[in-house]
Every structure is written in C-alpha cells, then in structure tokens.
C-alpha cells in the first residue's frame, strides 16, 4: 500500500505546483475552512488512482466524503490541500496527504510537500523516511537525546485557534499561552509541515488544536515510525485520527508534559 500511496502522491505533484504558481480563487465551506477548485481536482485524480490500483477499497477525502462504505473502518485516507490558506496566501509548505487504514489505526503515512520536492512517509513496522528533491531517500530516526522537559523543547503550533488567545473556535479553550511560557523556544508551523519537523528532529512538539480524521491519519506513522509519541491534546492514544486534536513529540514524557500545560 506504501508503494501505491507514493505513486498516488507523485501523480498530482504537477497538478497542484503549477495550481499553486495562480492561485487566488477560494471559496469558504459551512464551517469557514477554505477551499479551491485544485483542493477538488486532486481529491478527484487521487480517487481516480485508488480507484484503478485499488477498486474494492473504501476512500475517505476531505472534499467529497466516504466513497465506497456506510462507516469508516478502514481504507485510504485523503486530504488533497493540507493547509489550504497558506496554498492561496502563497507559502509553499502546504502539502497533500495520503493515509492507509486498517480497523482504525492508520499504517501507511504519506506527507508530500510539492511545492519543495519533500515526501515524508512511512509504513508500520518499517520505519520513517525523507525523500528530497534530489531523490535520495534517508531514514528518519529521533535520537535518544531527544527532550523530555518542555523547558529544553522547541515547541510549535498551527495557530491560536481553539486556544486561550482566541477562543471563538473549537469547544475546548487550551492553554497555549503556557506552552509559550515554558518552552525553550516557540514557533507557529504550517499544519502538516510541523508534526513532519518533529519527525526530523527540527522540532520537539507540535500542536493542533483543531482536527479533522484526514489531516491526522497520514502523519500519524510517520511520527511513531521515526520514533515519536502522538496522542490527542486530552492525553489519548487510541483512535488519535478521530480525536479532533494532535500532539506530536519526541518523546513520551514530553507530550505528557505537554498535555498537562494545554488543558484547564
């Protein structure tokens, strides 16, 4: 599944650059997250691969829903514009994710960056990998000296919604404001773009407040495969896609720590 979501990844690439390269035109969903005509002509092509290389299995995108099934257990998981405003705003670290699911768990993660040539991606139980434009791939390994104190952290998040410094998205107010506090240093990262830094090593912890089954499915093995934690902002590690919050970290003890400083 691994080699299909790759190559998946790879037909679209062109796609969505040379979108990118004009883009402007949006349009707001009911629940003001941003969309364009190239967030549905790369959720169709995607459809369109898995259809042919993988007929009988059921598809969950971001633009057009469940395909293939009446509830979602396992299959392919796809957001075609990860990080849409920053696609139409002109920052080049939007990225096109691509999950494999099964009963729930996924197991094969795909974050492709196409507007830098960056592919992270990763299987269960075969570990993590970066593949640049140069075409070289290297495996992704976090070292024992990662932190395990958020005082010795670089700690990011993807924005101040559902958070202390604005609450008027999201049902949980979380304490980002204490992170900012603690932390060794803090940035904000583009959506996937920071949780594949905590999988380098660039960063230690990444926060997101806010999400939805296909922006976590795909980062999900590829943290655990580079040999980080991930759970939910509550602390939980079971069904983390569906959680509707992500923390990724370097280590276990850090994300616990982590958890602690996010909620009342």
């Given at each position: 599944m691994?080699?299909?979501?790759l190559?998946?990844?790879?037909?679209?690439r062109a796609?969505?650059?040379?979108?990118f390269?004009?883009?402007?035109s949006?349009?707001?969903?009911?629940?003001?997250?941003?969309v364009?005509?190239?967030?549905?002509?790369?959720e169709?092509a995607?459809?369109?691969?898995?259809?042919?290389?993988?007929p009988?299995?059921?598809?969950?995108?971001e633009?057009?829903?469940?395909?293939?099934?009446?509830?979602?257990?396992?299959g392919?998981?796809i957001?075609?514009?990860?990080?849409?405003?920053a696609?139409?705003?002109?920052?080049?670290?939007?990225?096109?994710l691509?999950?494999?699911?099964?009963?729930?768990?996924?197991?094969?993660?795909?974050?492709?960056?196409?507007?830098?040539?960056?592919?992270v991606?990763?299987?269960?139980?075969?570990?993590?990998?970066l593949k640049?434009?140069n075409?070289?791939?290297?495996?992704?390994?976090?070292?024992t000296?990662?932190?395990?104190?958020v005082?010795?952290a670089?700690?990011?998040?993807s924005g101040?919604h559902s958070?202390?410094?604005?609450?008027r998205?999201?049902?949980?107010?979380?304490h980002?404001?204490?992170?900012?506090?603690?932390?060794r240093?803090?940035?904000?990262?583009n959506?996937?773009?920071?949780?594949?830094?905590?999988?380098?090593?660039?960063?230690h912890?990444?926060?997101d407040?806010?999400?939805?089954?296909?922006?976590?499915?795909?980062?999900?093995?590829?943290i655990?495969?580079?040999?980080?934690d991930v759970?939910?902002?509550?602390g939980?590690?079971d069904?983390?896609?569906?959680?509707?919050?992500?923390?990724?970290?370097?280590?276990?003890?850090?994300?616990e720590?982590?958890?602690?400083?996010?909620n009342?």
């Amino acid at each position: 599944m691994l080699a299909i979501a790759l190559e998946a990844a790879k037909s679209v690439r062109a796609m969505t650059v040379e979108a990118f390269q004009g883009a402007g035109s949006f349009d707001y969903k009911p629940d003001r997250s941003v969309v364009t005509e190239t967030d549905l002509r790369v959720e169709s092509a995607l459809r369109e691969h898995f259809a042919q290389h993988t007929p009988d299995v059921p598809i969950l995108g971001e633009e057009f829903g469940l395909e293939g099934d009446t509830v979602f257990e396992s299959g392919w998981v796809i957001d075609p514009i990860d990080g849409t405003r920053a696609f139409i705003y002109g920052i080049p670290l939007f990225s096109t994710l691509i999950a494999y699911v099964e009963k729930g768990e996924p197991i094969v993660g795909v974050i492709s960056f196409p507007a830098i040539s960056t592919v992270v991606y990763a299987a269960k139980g075969q570990g993590c990998y970066l593949k640049t434009h140069n075409g070289l791939s290297r495996r992704l390994t976090l070292g024992t000296d990662a932190p395990k104190e958020v005082a010795n952290a670089v700690i990011s998040a993807s924005g101040i919604h559902s958070s202390t410094y604005n609450q008027r998205e999201g049902t949980t107010i979380y304490h980002l404001d204490r992170v900012v506090s603690c932390a060794r240093d803090f940035i904000f990262a583009n959506d996937a773009y920071q949780h594949a830094m905590v999988a380098t090593g660039r960063l230690h912890g990444a926060i997101d407040t806010i999400m939805k089954p296909w922006d976590s499915a795909a980062l999900i093995p590829c943290i655990r495969e580079a040999g980080g934690d991930v759970c939910s902002l509550s602390g939980e590690r079971d069904n983390v896609m569906f959680s509707g919050s992500l923390l990724s970290a370097s280590t276990p003890e850090l994300a616990e720590q982590l958890v602690k400083l996010m909620n009342p």
